[in-house]
């Protein structure tokens, strides 16, 4: 058959088999035939397609516009119950991954030195016989390593590794375990709990940035636009040690030393206690002891801990200004807030955590509107929604495993541990051992698919059959579905990672041990377990249900003596005038939207600043060590060193030297690695092998440094600010009159 244009839409305009449109704009879901539109004819119409974004901070569910095969737009899914109709920027990148010029074509056998990212193409007969090889001879004690994504995707990642005496190990570079294992104690569930910012009337936050990357940001911001728009307009007050999005919005910043946030929020509990001393609550959470048992966290008690600047306290001494702020939040109802992400970060951030989770029992709002509400569940009993993430101390068993022998066999997908943990860890050297097979099934390349003996490139998340059960979920049950809207484009040949893994134990002989025979009949099976129907599933993207709620609950016994035994300041690492604070980047994350030039080209929402590393310090404290915008710095802490440049921020808080995660990418696409180390460092690189206490987490917050100035400079690139006007002189030009004749 001849190719013609109409024939290659004919085909593209199929887009991917099975892509069921969603029916929220009526006249823009009429089927196409592009085989019908004439040769000439450049106009066409588009179909929306429901799907979800497991990638974004939380999952979010999106709408897809489908044109002539291609997808084109990425939009909320104003039906979907978190995010609302909104999207965070790492959900529009998501067409950048579609479209990438760097994605890995097909599979590839290792042609150099391992990490070299050397690689030769082979067809996927040759791969997956190569896979199978290597998981029938290496797969007892296997690792396998993946996102954090749940459901049917985690269902079958643990049967896989465990029908071959494996282990299913969930990386998160925004290593968050501290705050899952004070959840887990408290609310007997590792999942997050919602809290439902759009129905409180005060807010109090510690440390956590929930307007930018902890949570589900885009879920919370909308709650939080909502918040604000009530004819009384919500309050907020923030506890934290760096000038975080979060901070900025709020009504009030109260700075608070590194590390402290559980000190803050105890101290709140104490005056909140001694304001209604005869409630039930405050009953409950303390064994009927009342206030007093609180006096070891009382404001006065803890003030040198805290070292909140006497100008944020409005004249007030520290306790009245923590009782003012208790009696406003008993007067009005509200929530609270935080404890993870950076401030569960620290040696005592489990203790953060706790602190801040049981402050919402002292105050009453568990379980109710406009308070925490904890997490319903898993939408489906057999497919996981509660998979902790490997902590730190999971990761140096992994590490020991290998070196020892016992793990000859590491698969990974979607995760880079080489490029995310602590140099420290050694995750690198151990995947250098040459008697390791690694295997990767990335469709990028990165730090961590660059030590892979074998390549076989899963498909992006717009061509592929995927769900989730979202976490945090909002206060109910809920189930993502994503599935393929468009097919690979010609030159592409990638394959579905969970179906490979399927195929793979059917054809070893433990099909039986795996819940489906592909990953589009274990989505139907879910959604018929589900009793729902298929099509309108995917219309909606996903099942939820408002009903299906965890309601409220009681404090578990002993709940203050549990937390009140945890509390210690944290153990910092390593020497220097500042603390060092690594933080999420808006939209790299921890890197790993690092390859899409959209996520790189968006400016940060405070600084404004787009594509490269910048270490923010406070104002005055640089101008007293002779610094200026742009200057390249050494940051130097006892594990190494990298460059960043100087950003002078007045609102940043003296000794606090803030740096983003996801520069300093050495492997992968042009976008990641194109930059000089003076303007693209790896924070996470330099910092210590430090636990958080009882969850055995990574402290990344938890480390000081020393900056040091190298004598260069360069431009920052960012919108904020200008340039002083100059005259643009004068230049000679030759001017064209009409004619009286029009000639």
Partial sequence: MKLTRRNFLAWAGIAATGAIACDLFDDELRVQSPALIPEDLVKGRDNWYATYDPAAPGGEGILVRVMEGRA??????????????????????????????DRIAGPMLRSGPRGSGQYRAIGWEEALNRFNAAVDDRGDGMLLITETQCAGFAQICKAFAEAFGGRHLRYDGLDDSAYGAAVQDILGT????????????????????????????????????????????????????????????????????????????????????ATHPESSYVQAVTGEAGPGALNTFAPDAVAGMLQIPEAVLDGKSIREFFEALAHDYARHGGLVIGGGGEAGAYSNGKFNASAALMLNYLLGN??????????????????????????????????????????????????????????????????????????????????????????????????????????????????????????????????????????????????????????EELIRSNIDELGADFTETLKN?????????????DPPSGLLDSVASMASMPQMQGSGDFQLQPFAHHTLLDGRNAHLPWAQNTPDPLTTVAWQTWVDINYTQGKQMDLREGDVVNITTANGSIQA???????????????????????????????????????????????????????????????????????????????????????????????????
């Fill in 72 to 101: 084109k737009k990425v939009r909320g899914n104003p039906r979907f119950p978190t995010n609302q109709g909104k999207q965070s920027p790492a959900s529009d990148a998501i067409l950048q991954s579609l479209y990438h010029p």
């Fill in 190 to 273: 590792s999942r997050m709990p919602w809290h439902d910012i759009e129905n409180a009337e005060t807010l109090v936050s510690f440390g956590s940035d929930f307007l930018s990357t902890w949570g589900n940001p885009t879920a919370y911001s909308v709650a939080y636009g909502k918040f604000r728009a009530k004819s009384h307009r919500g309050r907020h007050f923030h506890f934290g040690s760096r000038y975080s999005l979060t901070a900025a919005n709020a009504d009030k910043w109260i700075p608070i030393a590194p590390g402290t946030e559980g000190y803050a929020a105890m101290a709140l509990g104490w005056a909140a206690a």
């Fill in 366 to 519: 568990v379980g109710k509107s406009g308070g925490m509400q904890p997490d319903a569940g898993a939408p489906i009993d057999s497919a996981p929604s509660n998979v902790p993430y490997a902590a730190l101390r999971d990761w140096r068993q992994a590490v020991s495993e290998i070196n020892g022998g016992r793990a000859r066999l590491v698969i990974v997908h979607n995760a880079d541990p080489v490029y995310g943990l602590p140099a420290g860890v050694g995750i690198r050297e151990a995947l250098a051992n040459e008697n390791v097979v690694v295997i990767s099934a990335s469709p990028f390349l990165d730090e961590t698919a660059a030590m892979a003996d074998l390549i076989i490139p899963d498909r992006t998340g717009l061509e592929a059959w995927g769900d989730d059960a979202p976490n945090p979920a909002p206060g109910h049950k809920v189930y993502a579905v994503q599935q393929p809207v468009v097919n690979p484009l010609a030159d592409l040949d990638p394959r579905s990672f969970p179906d490979i893994l399927l195929s793979s134990a059917a054809d070893l002989g433990r099909g039986d041990m795996m819940p489906a025979a592909s990953y």
């Fill in 541 to 553: 993207g996903g099942w939820w249900d408002d009903g299906a709620t965890a309601g409220s609950s």
């Fill in 645 to 743: 440049l100087v950003y002078l921020n007045p609102g940043s808080p003296p000794g606090i030297a803030a740096v983003p995660m996801g520069g300093g990418r050495q492997i992968g696409s042009e976008y990641a690695t194109g930059r000089e180390s003076r303007e693209s460092g790896n924070v996470m690189s330099i910092l210590a092998v430090a636990e958080v206490d009882g969850s055995g987490g990574l402290a990344w917050s938890g480390n000081r440094c020393t900056i040091t100035p190298t004598g260069d400079s360069m431009a920052v690139s960012k919108l904020e600010g200008g340039y002083t006007n100059r005259e643009v002189g004068e230049h000679p030009v030759e001017q064209v009159f009409k004619s009286e004749g029009g000639h």
